[in-house]
Antibody
Framework: QITLKESGPTLVKPTQTLTLTCTFSGFSLSTSGVGVGWIRQPPGKALEWLALIYWDDDKRYSPSLKSRLTITKDTSKNQVVLTMTNMDPVDTATYYC?????????WGQGTMVTVSS | QSALTQPPSASGSPGQSVTISCTGTSSDVGAYNYVSWYQQHPGKAPKLMIYEVTKRPSGVPDRFSGSKSGNTASLTVSGLQAEDEADYYCSSYAGSNNFYVFGTGTKVTVL
């Protein structure tokens, strides 16, 4: 059974850097074809894809946020980390990580991040 | 990188069918057979319902079906049930530069 869980701060100040961790079980990120992605959803708004890392360390970023995002993996710990710099109140959202094989087929429960001074 | 366009809302009575459209461009929906659909109930994480335009993950009822014509993909829910009331999002692969894009979302109401 594949599960994913997001963790990180619930509140960050403007201009700070956000670091989110996705801890997963039930699969290995060293298996060919497998990836883990990050998607966010501001309150009452649509989903927005942020970043994706594959088993071979190939990394993809949303063009509009690429300069602010870094995604890394620790295969031994079964974790994927997303950092987002220069946080702004518009970045307030629920942040999800998701397993990618047949697209984003298994999602974590999400973690709400509020950006406020 | 613009979001795919979906109607804000759609509705139908129990037992009826509802179809949701998802309009992209020749650089995303029209270029690749990698369109997916997600169902999201309030306060819950999205759930994959359709991938690669027409394929259903294990456990998704066959009442859910997908199709594509040109730059527009569609999700049809047949035999509407109360539990189908949710938000639905499409998504598409958008090439090596833009990579991935979601739709604007459609709220489906079961009357």
């Amino acid at each position: 059974q594949i599960t994913l869980k997001e963790s990180g701060p619930t509140l960050v100040k403007p201009t700070q850097t956000l670091t989110l961790t996705c801890t997963f079980s039930g699969f290995s990120l060293s298996t060919s074809g497998v990836g883990v992605g990050w998607i966010r959803q501001p309150p009452g708004k649509a989903l927005e894809w942020l970043a994706l890392i594959y088993w071979d360390d190939d990394k993809r970023y949303s063009p509009s946020l690429k300069s602010r995002l870094t995604i890394t993996k620790d295969t031994s710990k079964n974790q994927v980390v997303l950092t987002m710099t220069n946080m702004d109140p518009v970045d307030t959202a629920t942040y999800y990580c998701a397993h990618r094989a047949s697209d984003f087929d298994i999602w974590g429960q999400g973690t709400m991040v509020t950006v406020s001074s | 990188q613009s979001a795919l366009t979906q109607p804000p809302s759609a509705s139908g009575s129990p037992g009826q069918s509802v179809t949701i459209s998802c309009t992209g461009t020749s650089s995303d929906v029209g270029a690749y057979n990698y369109v997916s659909w997600y169902q999201q109930h309030p306060g819950k994480a999205p759930k994959l319902m359709i991938y690669e335009v027409t394929k259903r993950p294990s456990g998704v009822p066959d009442r859910f079906s997908g199709s594509k014509s040109g730059n527009t993909a569609s999700l049809t829910v047949s035999g509407l049930q109360a539990e189908d009331e949710a938000d639905y999002y499409c998504s598409s692969y958008a090439g090596s530069n833009n990579f991935y894009v979601f739709g604007t979302g459609t709220k489906v109401t079961v009357l």
